[in-house]
């Protein structure tokens, strides 16, 4: 049985850092992309991070230079380092995962999905 778990949310004041983690079990992951999205109240998921397979990444604009990704295929799990948070981060995050080449922002793509971890930033 395929399962992601996310951990490592919770609060933080603005400018403070996160660290967020992704374990997957029941298959080895080290060819799917794997990706980071996030919902905040009253708004639709949306794509945050992901990477590939073959160390491709990407990056929602917002997040860029203050969120990495990464992975550890040994452990089989995937990473989201947060630093200077925002107020507007605050959201539930999922992880993902996909061996699909389709687009990687889309969370159509992704075929896996882990149950969410609250992050919650303060002003």
């Known amino acids: 049985q395929v399962q992601l778990v996310e951990s490592g949310g919770g609060l933080v004041q603005a400018g403070g850092s996160l660290r967020l983690s992704c374990a997957a079990s029941?298959?080895?992951?080290?060819?799917?992309?794997m990706g980071w999205f996030r919902q905040a109240p009253g708004k639709e998921r949306e794509f945050v991070a992901s990477i590939g397979w073959d160390g491709s990444i990407y990056y929602l604009a917002s997040v860029k230079g203050r969120f990495t990704i990464s992975r550890d295929n040994a452990k089989n799990t995937v990473y989201l380092q947060m630093n200077s948070l925002k107020p507007e981060d605050t959201a539930v995050y999922y992880c993902?995962?996909?061996?699909?080449?389709?687009?990687?922002?889309?969370?159509?793509?992704?075929?896996?999905w882990g149950q969410g971890t609250q992050v919650t930033v303060s002003s």
């Open positions: 993902a995962a996909t061996k699909s080449s389709g687009v990687t922002i889309s969370e159509k793509t992704y075929d896996y």
């Open positions: 029941g298959r080895t992951f080290s060819s799917d992309r």
